[in-house]
C-alpha cells in the first residue's frame, strides 16, 4: 500500500499536513507531521513531501490525509509501496 | 456568562505585546480575555476600548495596532484561518477592523501567540521578526519603498526560509494613503478601516512569523468527530461546490441573480450591467475565466475559492497573482464600465502589488472619474488623464497616482470626503461612502443589505451582517424569511448574521464557509459543539448568540460612541440612493425609501437591545453583559440611556 499523490488536484490546503499530525500527537502540529505541504504565494508553486514516518494510519481505516482531501488529491494507492511526491510551478 | 471557567484548548496562550517607540517587547497570558470574548476580534475590540483613552487620534503614537488570530484557527477546523485587524478606524475615528485568510494567522499560533499588539511610533523603518519565543524589531531600510511583491520577495531571499509567512504593507501605507491594506501571504488583504495606513504611519513594514509549535483541543476525540461531521457536510453540499473558483463559478453566467441584485456601474448611476459587458468580462473562453492556471486554498479550507492568474496576451502579458475576487468584478469592472478581462485583473493585481484596499480604489476612484463627467474636475486637475468610463489605461495611471500620492492623488490619498470638502461643487454628493469610508456596496435593490452596510459598527462592511439571497436561497436555519427586495422581516435576517459574524470572527471561521455565503458548511450549533469539545467549556447555542454575540457587538459600537459622534444620522444608506431610482433592468425604478428604512432601523435598534429611537446603548443592556465599567465612561459622556 502507499498513498499516492496528485499534484493537479492539490489546492495547497495543508488539510492533509494537520490531519496527519493529529494522527501522530492528538494535536494540530504540522512540525510533527509525515506530510510536508507548501505553497509559494507569488509563484502558486507547491511543495508536497511524504516522510518515512507515514505509517498509513493503521488504526483509522483509511490513512487521515486520504480521508479529508477534499479535493481528491491524495488516494490510496494499493499496487505500490512508494509514497509519491510533487513539485510544481503550476 | 461564566468568566471564572477556565479555558482548555485551542489557544495558543500568550498575547505578544510590541511598543515602536521604545523597541520594548513583552508577554501576557490570553487567559484573562480569553473567556470574556472566545477570542479573536473580541480581544482586540476588549484590548483597544479599555486601553485608548477617548482622545487618541488614528494618527496617535497610543494608537494600537491589534492582529487576533481566531481561536479555532491553527486546527483542522474547515475554514479557520481568519485573522482580525483592528485599530482605530483613519475614516471616522471609531472602530477599524478588517479581516484576512491566508496561513499567517495559523503560524502566528504555532508561534504560541493569539494576539499581537503594536503600540507606539517607531522612527526609522522596521519590521518584525517572530520566530517561536524569538521576537526581535530589525531594521527594514532595505525594503521600505518596495511594492508588496517585491517586499515578499526580498524577506524570502533575505531569511533563506520559504516556509515564513509575512504580512506587510506597499508603498500606499508607507505614503500613508487611507485606504491602504495590510497584505498577507502577497495577495489576502486586510482592507477596509485604513489599516495599512496605520501600519505604515507606525513605519512598521512588515511581520514575519515561524512558527513551531501546536495547537492542543481539550477533548481531542470529540472535536475531531465535530470536524468530520463538518467535512462530511461541506463535501455533501453543493453550494460548497458553486463557492469553489467563487467569481468564476457565480459571475460566469451571465444570467445569475447577483448581476441584477448586487451590481453597481458607474460610481452608482445604474445598479445594471449590460449583457455584452457581463460576456466579454466573464466569458469562459476569453474572459477572465480563461486566465485561471490553477486554484488554491488558504489554511485549511476545503472550499478553495482562490484562481491564480496569469495574464496571457496583450500589454499585461506575463503579469500573475493569486486570489482573483468577487469584488474586483462589482469594483473594478462594473464602477469604471470597463469590460476588458485584462484590464480588469490588471487593476486588480496592481492594486495588490502597491497595497491598497480594492474598495477604496473602486470606490473612491469612480467618483473621481464621474466628477470628469460632470465637467467638476477637468485635465487640468488629472495631468492630463482622460477619465472617461471604460478607460482602463487612465484608472492604472490613477491608482499609481494615488498609491505615490503623485498630483491628484495626493489629495485623494487623505480621504475621499476630505477630498470632496477641497473640490466643493455638489461632489460631495457624488460620493459614495459610509461614515467616510468610500463604498462600492448595493443599496437600492438588497434591503438588507443596505441596513447592514449602513449600520455597521466598521464603516460601511457588508459581512456584519448583510443577507445573503433570500429566503429561497442562503443560510439555513436562519432567523427572518423575506425577500432580497422588501423592507420586511430584513431587521431580524440582518442582526441574526450579525451576530453569527460575530462569532465567526472570534473563533476565526471564513465567512465563506461560516453561515453567510449560503455554503451551509456550519450552523450556530456546530460552533457551539467546537468550542465546548476545543476549549473544555459548556456552552449552549443561546449563550454564543445572545451573549458572546451581542458583547463583541456593543464592545464596538461603545469604542464608536466614546470615541465619536456616530448616532442614528449615521446608520443611513448614502443621500444618492435615496434619491436617484435604478435607472434600467428587472429593478427599474428602485431607491430607498426613507420611511421603509427607518421602519427597518427602529427593528434593528430593538432588535440588539439598544434605545429604539436614537440607536444608542442602555445601561441594563451593557451592564447585563458584564461591561459595568463601559457603561460608566459612556455615561460620564453623557451618552448611556438610562434604564
Known sequence: MGIAYDIKLCYACGICQLACSFHHTGTFWPDQSSIEVSRNPQTGAIKWHIAPSCDECPSEGEPLCVQYCVYGALKVHVTSLLKEMGESNL | ?643
Open chain 2, 1 to 643: 456568562m461564566n468568566t471564572a471557567a477556565t479555558i482548555r484548548g485551542c489557544f495558543a496562550g500568550k498575547i505578544l505585546h510590541v511598543d515602536l517607540s521604545n523597541s520594548r517587547i513583552w508577554t501576557e497570558e490570553t487567559d484573562k480575555y480569553a473567556m470574556m470574548t472566545l477570542g479573536g476580534r473580541g480581544i482586540n475590540s476588549l484590548i483597544m476600548i479599555r486601553e485608548i483613552p477617548s482622545h487618541v487620534k488614528w494618527s496617535d503614537p497610543e494608537n494600537l495596532l491589534c492582529f487576533g488570530v481566531g481561536s479555532l484557527v491553527g486546527t483542522m477546523v474547515p475554514g479557520a484561518n481568519r485573522v482580525d485587524v483592528s485599530s482605530i478606524n483613519v475614516f471616522d475615528g471609531g472602530k477599524g477592523s478588517a479581516n484576512v485568510g491566508g496561513f499567517w494567522g495559523a503560524e502566528l499560533k504555532y508561534a504560541g501567540y493569539d494576539n499581537i499588539i503594536i503600540v507606539g511610533k517607531s522612527e526609522q523603518p522596521v519590521y518584525l521578526y517572530i520566530n517561536d519565543s524569538d521576537v526581535e524589531i530589525r531594521d527594514a531600510s532595505f525594503i521600505w519603498g518596495q511594492t508588496v511583491f517585491e517586499t515578499e520577495r526580498i524577506l524570502r531571499q533575505e531569511l533563506h526560509d520559504d516556509s515564513i509567512r509575512i504580512a506587510c504593507v506597499g508603498p500606499a501605507g508607507e505614503n500613508r494613503v487611507r485606504g491602504s491594506a495590510i497584505m498577507i501571504d502577497s495577495s489576502k488583504a486586510a482592507a477596509g478601516s485604513g489599516v495599512g495606513c496605520v501600519m505604515g504611519d507606525k513605519r512598521l513594514k512588515a511581520i514575519v512569523v515561524r512558527g513551531h509549535g501546536k495547537i492542543q483541543v481539550a477533548e481531542p476525540e470529540r472535536f475531531m468527530r465535530e470536524i468530520a461531521k463538518l467535512y462530511q457536510q461541506s463535501s455533501c453540499e453543493p453550494a460548497t461546490e458553486m463557492m469553489r473558483r467563487a467569481p468564476l463559478n457565480l459571475y460566469s453566467d451571465p444570467e445569475w441573480q447577483g448581476w441584477d441584485t448586487n451590481i453597481v456601474v458607474r460610481n452608482g448611476q445604474d445598479d445594471q450591467w449590460e449583457r455584452e459587458k457581463r460576456v466579454r468580462l466573464m466569458g469562459p473562453t476569453t474572459g477572465v475565466p480563461s486566465m485561471v492556471r490553477g486554484v488554491r486554498a488558504c489554511f485549511s479550507c476545503p472550499a478553495g475559492c482562490m484562481p491564480y492568474m496569469e495574464i496571457r496576451e496583450g500589454k499585461y502579458e506575463g503579469r500573475t497573482g493569486e486570489g482573483f475576487w468577487i469584488n474586483t468584478i462589482m469594483g473594478h469592472a462594473c464602477r469604471f464600465d470597463i469590460s476588458d478581462p485584462e484590464s480588469v485583473v490588471e487593476s486588480w493585481l496592481l492594486t495588490n502589488e502597491l497595497g491598497l484596499d480594492g474598495d477604496y480604489v473602486a470606490g473612491g476612484l469612480s467618483w473621481v472619474f464621474e466628477l470628469y463627467e460632470k465637467g467638476i474636475i477637468t485635465k487640468k486637475d488629472t495631468d492630463n488623464l482622460e477619465l472617461t468610463w471604460g478607460n482602463a489605461d487612465a484608472l492604472h495611471k490613477l491608482i499609481e497616482m494615488l498609491a505615490y500620492r503623485k498630483g491628484i492623488g495626493d489629495l485623494l490619498a487623505d480621504g475621499m470626503l476630505e477630498a470632496a470638502k477641497m473640490i466643493g461643487h455638489d461632489s460631495e454628493y457624488y460620493l459614495i461612502q459610509v461614515k467616510g469610508q468610500p463604498s462600492i456596496e448595493p443599496f437600492r435593490i438588497p434591503k438588507g443589505w443596505a441596513l447592514a452596510v449602513a449600520t455597521s459598527p466598521v464603516a460601511g462592511r457588508h459581512l456584519r451582517g448583510s443577507t445573503m439571497g433570500s429566503n429561497k436561497y442562503g443560510p439555513k436555519p436562519r432567523l427572518g424569511d423575506f425577500n432580497v427586495t422588501d423592507y420586511q422581516n430584513q431587521a431580524k435576517g440582518v442582526v441574526w448574521q450579525g451576530k453569527t459574524k460575530e462569532l465567526e470572527d472570534n473563533l476565526g471561521i471564513c465567512s465563506y464557509l461560516g453561515t453567510w455565503s449560503g455554503a451551509n458548511c456550519f450552523a450556530v450549533g456546530d460552533f457551539a459543539e467546537l468550542v465546548n469539545a476545543g476549549m473544555g467549556l459548556d456552552l449552549t447555542e443561546e449563550e454564543l448568540m445572545n451573549q458572546y454575540a451581542v458583547t463583541g457587538r456593543n464592545l464596538e459600537k461603545a469604542f464608536n460612541t466614546l470615541h465619536t459622534d456616530m448616532s442614528r444620522k449615521d446608520d443611513l444608506p448614502p443621500k444618492r440612493y435615496r434619491e436617484e431610482e435604478v435607472k434600467s433592468g428587472p429593478h427599474k425604478g428602485s431607491k430607498i425609501d426613507e420611511e421603509s428604512y427607518m421602519e427597518m432601523l427602529d427593528e434593528f435598534y430593538e432588535l440588539w437591545g439598544w434605545d429604539r429611537e436614537t440607536g444608542m446603548q442602555t445601561k441594563t443592556g451593557l451592564e447585563s453583559l458584564g461591561l459595568k465599567d463601559i457603561a460608566q465612561e459612556i455615561a460620564k459622556q453623557g451618552k448611556l440611556i438610562d434604564r
